[in-house]
C-alpha cells in the first residue's frame, strides 16, 4: 500500500497565483486532514473531512478550500497564494474514529515569492 | 482551539542519555497521542493511550496518559543517534475525533 501521497513534493508560486495540492490514500479512511506546519508553531489544522462530501474548518482556513468528492482524494486549493501561506503542508487520513491516530504523508513544502 | 503547551522546545543530549518530555493542557484530553517527525517527512505514530494512567511501552519509548487527563509525558531510555528528530504530542477532547497537536520538542543526540 502506498498510504497517502502528496504531490508535489516542492512548489514555488508567485503572489496571487492559484493551485492545487493534491492528497490521496489508499487505505479507505473515512477521516482526512490538512495541516500546515511552520518552525515554532507545531502544525496547524486547516481543513478536515469526516467523510465524503462533508467539510470543515480548521483552526487556519482563510485563504484555502477544500472538497472530497471521492473517499480516496482530499485537494487543498489555495485561491490567491500570499507570501503568508509559504509552510509545509501535510495530508493526513485515518479510521473512523481517529483513535488509531493519523497517517501522514511526506509534505509539499510551498514558497510564495 | 484546544492549546497544547509541550516542553521542552528542544533538547541536546549525549547518546546513552534518557530523555523525557512532556504535554499539557488546561482541559481534560481523551486520547493522547505520541508522533516523531524525522527530517523532510511526515509525523509517525509512535505511541497512542486511550485511558487516564495507561502507560504503553514501545521498545525504548514509554509514554503515560496523566491521572488528571490533562498530561502527558513521553520517555526515551538509552538514546541513540537515529533518535534525533521532533516529537509532537497530539489529543482529541470532547466529541471531536480530530487531533490538536503541540508545537513539538526538537531533540537532537550528539554521538
Known amino acids: 500500500n502506498a498510504g497517502v501521497t502528496q504531490t508535489p513534493k516542492f512548489q514555488v508560486l508567485k503572489t496571487g497565483q492559484s493551485m492545487t495540492l493534491q492528497c490521496a490514500q489508499d487505505?479507505?479512511?473515512?477521516?482526512m486532514s490538512w495541516y500546515r506546519q511552520d518552525p515554532g508553531m507545531g502544525l496547524r489544522l486547516i481543513h478536515y473531512?469526516?467523510?465524503?462530501?462533508?467539510?470543515d474548518q480548521g483552526e487556519v482556513p482563510n485563504g484555502y478550500n477544500v472538497s472530497r468528492s471521492t473517499t480516496e482524494d482530499f485537494p487543498l486549493r489555495l485561491l490567491s497564494a500570499a507570501p503568508s501561506q509559504t509552510s509545509v503542508y501535510f495530508c493526513?487520513?485515518?479510521?473512523?474514529?481517529?483513535?488509531?491516530?493519523?497517517?501522514f504523508g511526506s509534505g509539499t513544502r510551498l514558497t510564495v515569492v | 482551539g484546544q492549546q497544547l503547551n509541550q516542553s521542552p522546545q528542544s533538547m541536546f543530549i549525549q547518546e546513552g542519555e534518557d530523555v523525557s518530555m512532556n504535554c499539557t493542557s488546561s482541559?481534560?484530553?481523551?486520547?493522547w497521542l505520541w508522533y516523531k517527525q524525522d527530517p523532510g517527512e511526515g509525523p509517525v505514530l509512535l505511541i497512542a493511550?486511550?485511558?487516564?494512567?495507561e502507560l504503553t511501552s514501545n521498545g525504548r519509548l514509554t509514554a503515560q496518559f496523566g491521572i488528571t487527563r490533562k498530561d502527558s509525558f513521553l520517555n526515551i531510555s538509552a538514546s541513540i543517534p537515529s533518535d534525533v528528530g521532533i516529537y509532537f504530542c497530539?489529543?482529541?477532547?470532547?466529541?471531536?475525533?480530530?487531533?490538536?497537536f503541540g508545537r513539538g520538542t526538537s531533540l537532537i543526540v550528539h554521538p
Open positions: 493526513a487520513s485515518s479510521r473512523g474514529q481517529a483513535l488509531y491516530g493519523y497517517t
Open positions: 487505505m479507505n479512511h473515512e477521516y
Open positions: 473531512s469526516v467523510g465524503a462530501g462533508i467539510t
Open positions: 482541559s481534560i484530553f481523551n486520547t
Open positions: 493511550l486511550y485511558k487516564a494512567g
Open positions: 497530539a489529543g482529541t477532547s470532547g466529541g471531536s475525533y480530530i487531533p490538536t
